[in-house]
């Protein structure tokens, strides 16, 4: 779960990216309205709360673009224009939520929930590979049926391969999808990680290879056929 913060006012931004953070939710922040199309373009993000008085580019103009690529991305507006006519505005050019300003910061967590559950009941939520099987709802990996334990991390990027079952996701897309933009990542900490992942698999089920490196493209999961006689 990666959300975009496009806010120009730093405080607010900082204290909403904090928040945000301190209930388990990666974000990055966009101070204008560029920014925002720029990182959105290279993030994948499943959620934008998006300001509308912004330098360079006006918020709703940012709705407009981004609506235009993308219908599923769920995007919060967050704004001081509280006329009924503006909010009816942004929710029909495509916004999924209007909040006014000033806001209450849990009412905000609240409907960021609200909006990515949505997302998520969307997507198919049981991935499988072989034995491992990945629900997407409740986290929970299993291999030949028996509960598998993951940190944080790890299970951050289980999910994103999951999510591209089939497809070899390159190490940059790894780092985008499971890490912060500001973190300071130093070069061995997705392999780092990813061995652990491999090496945990690897110990329940020795004869199956999960997830393949493929030589200077990155990782993948495969497709495999569901084993049903566990
Ligand atoms: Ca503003």
Not at 33 to 60: F, Q, R, S
Not at 201 to 220: C, Q, S, T, W
Request: aromatic content about 10%; hydrophobic content about 40%.
């Amino acid at each position: 779960m990666k959300l975009l913060i496009v806010e120009d006012e730093e405080d607010l931004a900082y204290f909403i990216q904090k928040g945000l953070h301190r209930s388990g939710y990666l974000s990055d922040l966009a101070k204008d309205g560029e920014e925002a199309l720029y990182l959105w373009e290279t993030g994948g993000y499943d959620c934008i709360i998006l300001d509308l008085n912004l330098p360079k580019m006006d918020g709703l103009e940012v709705l407009k673009r981004i609506r235009k690529k993308d219908e599923f991305v769920k995007i919060l507006i967050l704004s001081a224009r509280t006329k009924i006519e503006e909010r009816v505005e942004g929710l029909d050019l495509g916004a999924n939520d209007y909040l006014c300003k000033p806001f209450d910061f849990l009412e905000l967590e609240a409907r960021i929930r609200t909006l990515l559950r949505i997302s998520y009941a969307q997507r198919s939520t049981l991935y499988r590979c072989g034995s491992l099987t990945l629900n997407l709802k409740s986290h929970e990996v299993t291999l030949q049926g028996r509960p598998m334990f993951f940190t944080r991390k790890e299970s951050m990027i289980l999910e994103c391969l999951f999510l591209h079952q089939g497809q070899v996701v390159s190490q940059e897309k790894l780092i985008e999808q499971c890490w912060d933009e500001d973190t300071d990542l130093f070069s061995n900490a997705l392999k780092f990680h990813l061995h652990s992942i491999k090496k945990k698999l690897e110990k329940e089920d020795p004869a199956h290879e999960y997830i393949k490196n493929v030589r200077g493209r990155g990782y993948m999961i495969l497709e495999m056929p569901y084993e049903t006689a566990l």
